[in-house]
């Protein structure tokens, strides 16, 4: 089926960061694998090319380009390498829409600029050691001071993007929930982690994403100017709400990437591996598994990319969201274990990008809201 998402300029874009990725990212990527993290240097090259503006509106710097389309394409090529950049996805899928929406004047002018030039990456922080999927359960709080200004106190975990950001939204208790509203009295806050009392625990170890920094933080007291608080004081819930919608949009076109890229790697290789005097792809097996991969890949790429366009009329409600990264994800879970597969030993090894792309995709059926949680979301839509 021809795809409708893209135009000219797309397909521009993406020959350019294809040669990015190509020259700045493939040749460093095991050296970062083996690190676990990417070097800062990454993301100010990544804004030279003007990766963090495009959705920034032109009077801060950026493009002004109101479409999530080039991130699509930035999914695509990044798992058709077999590489990812580290955990800069944070910094424009999950941060900046939160900025956009809701800084003021005075706050867009002082946090944009900084924004598409790399000078300030930034992350978002909401879930906590006690509390991921019940958001509305979180501990650390924000007291607002006799002048103004708000302590924080508390720890957040997971935390991706955590070791390089400048700047992290962090959500925290501004008033207790009620009796009626468990998610009355949350606030966001866009906290400056250089701030005194704010420090990273753990860089966390974890079976995939192994270039993305993902950190557990702990606040003491850290002070945090009124000119720092995102949106109304006590609507943090409703905006988190509002924004997890784009993100579930993110990460279910990057499941569907991956899984879109397993296939050609399998494809790949079953052609040149040899067995019992002929290669794999020989086997009516390996032909019949690639072909109900391939099927489930277009579905999810339809899905996808539906959602990538409901995303940019913004009217992708949270339900579709919520539908999108289901079915994006549970798909890439199938196609790209059974893609490995057809590797054989060779796909358990690091060093074949299957192997990378299987514990990669493994979280995307966990972060952004788990599958349990989508089905909640899109049970409660159906009214039940
Ligand atoms: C690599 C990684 C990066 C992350 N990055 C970030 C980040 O940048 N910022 C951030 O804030 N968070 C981040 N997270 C956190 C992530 O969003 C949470 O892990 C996720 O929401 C699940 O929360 P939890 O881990 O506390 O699991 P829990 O909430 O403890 O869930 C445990 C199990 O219970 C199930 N469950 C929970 N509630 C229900 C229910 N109502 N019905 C049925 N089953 C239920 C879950 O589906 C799951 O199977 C990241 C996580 C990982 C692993």
């Given amino acids: 089926m021809r795809r409708t998402v ?93 900025i956009l929406m809701l800084a003021t ?47 924080l106190n508390g720890a957040k975990t997971f935390i991706t993007g955590g070791v390089h950001a400048d700047r992290v939204i962090v959500a925290a208790r501004t008033s207790p929930a009620t009796a009626e509203d468990r998610r009355h009295g949350i606030s966001l806050f866009a906290v400056n982690t250089h701030s005194e009392g ?26 945090i100017p009124a000119e720092d608080l995102l949106g109304e004081e006590g609507r943090g819930f409703y905006y988190l709400g509002t924004n997890l919608a784009s993100e579930r949009w993110g ?59 409901a995303l940019d009329n913004h009217d992708l409600t949270p339900a579709e969201a919520a539908s999108a990264k289901l079915f994006c994800t549970e798909v890439a879970h199938r196609v790209i274990d059974r893609c490995l597969q057809l590797h054989g030993g060779y796909g358990f090894m690091n060093e074949y990008p299957i192997a990378k792309l299987y514990a990669d995709n493994r979280v995307n059926r966990i972060y952004g809201g788990t599958s349990e949680i989508m089905k909640t979301i899109i049970a409660k839509d159906m009214g039940l």
Avoid at 200 to 207: A, T
């Fill in 6 to 98: 893209y135009g000219e300029d797309h397909e521009d874009f993406r020959k350019t960061l294809r040669a990015f990725i190509e020259t700045e990212v493939v040749p460093f990527h095991d050296e970062w694998f083996a690190a676990g993290i990417v070097p800062r240097e990454l993301y100010t090259k990544m804004a030279e090319l003007g990766l963090f503006g495009i959705r920034v509106p032109e009077e801060y710097g950026g493009a002004g380009i109101d479409s999530h389309k080039f991130e699509a394409i930035q999914y695509e090529e990044t798992a058709r390498a077999g590489v990812t950049f580290g955990g800069s996805g944070v910094h424009v899928l999950l941060a900046l829409p939160y």
């Fill in 105 to 151: 004047e005075e706050q867009k002018q002082r946090y944009l600029p900084n924004f598409v030039a790399a000078e300030e990456m930034w992350a978002l922080a909401m879930t906590e050691p006690g509390t991921g999927s019940d958001l509305a359960g979180m501990r650390s709080t924000a007291k607002r001071t006799a002048e103004g200004t708000y302590i």
């Fill in 198 to 223: 704010y420090s990273i625990g753990r860089k966390l170890d974890k079976l995939g994403l192994r270039t993305s920094d993902t950190a557990e933080l702990s606040f003491v007291d850290v002070e």
């Fill in 251 to 309: 990460i279910a076109h990057g499941a569907y990437a991956q899984a879109e890229a397993a296939v050609r790697f399998a494809h790949d290789y079953v052609l040149q591996r040899q067995v019992f005097g002929q290669p794999v792809a020989a086997f009516q097996n390996t032909k019949f598994e690639l072909a109900a991969c391939k099927a489930e890949v277009d579905a999810a790429q339809a899905v996808a990319d539906r959602a990538l366009e």
